[in-house]
C-alpha cells in the first residue's frame, strides 16, 4: 500500500509541474456581482430609501390626522342639553311655520293668477264674439237685424251667420256683385 500512495503523490507533483510549465494560467472568480448587476443595486438601494422616506412621512400624517381627531371628538359634546333641544325645536316650529305661509301665499298667487286669466280670457271671448244684431225694421211688412261689416267678413259668411241665403242680403240691400260689400256698410238681414 505503501507503494500505491507514493506513486499517487509522485503523479500529482508531476501534473501539477507540467501544468506550470506548460503555462496553463489559473483565473481566479471575482469575489462580487458582474458591473452591471451593481448598478441594479445602487438604483434598488436609493428606490429602497425613497419608499422609506415616504413611509415615514406617510406615518407622521397619519398621527397629525389621528391627534386632530382626537381633539375634534374632546372638543364636542356628547349629549345635547335640554336648553338646546328646546331650543332647536323652537326653529323647527317657526321654519314650518314660515313654510305654511310661503304655501298660504303661493296659493293666494295661484288664484290670482287663474282669476286674472279667466278675465282676459273672457274679454278676449267677448271682443271675439260678433256683437248680436239690432232688430232692425225695413218695412211695415218686414222685420230682421242691421248688420255693420267687419274686417274679414264676406257675404257669404254674413249670411251663413244668420241662416239667410246670400241672394235674398242681395235683394234687400239692392247689391248687384257679392264682393263688392266693405268694412262698416250696414246691411239689413231679413228674418
Known sequence: MKTILSYTSVCSVAVAFALFTTGCITTQEPSG?????????????????????????????????????????????????????????AQLDSLQQQ???VDAA??????????????????LVKSSTPTPPRPAARSSSQSGYEHVVQSGESLSKIAAAYGVKMSVIMTENKL?????????QKLFIPD
Open 33 to 89: 456581482p458582474p458591473a452591471a448587476s451593481q448598478a441594479e443595486v445602487v438604483y434598488l438601494r436609493e428606490e429602497m430609501r425613497r419608499l422609506n422616506d415616504r413611509l415615514n412621512a406617510s406615518e407622521a400624517e397619519l398621527g397629525h390626522v389621528q391627534r386632530n381627531v382626537l381633539a375634534a371628538q374632546s372638543a364636542q359634546p356628547s349629549l345635547a342639553t335640554t336648553a338646546q333641544v328646546q331650543s332647536m325645536q
Open 106 to 123: 303661493r296659493a293666494k298667487d295661484k288664484k290670482d293668477i287663474y282669476d286674472d286669466i279667466t278675465r282676459k280670457v273672457t274679454t
Open 99 to 101: 313654510i305654511r305661509s
Open 176 to 184: 248687384k256683385n257679392a264682393d263688392n260689400i266693405f268694412v262698416g
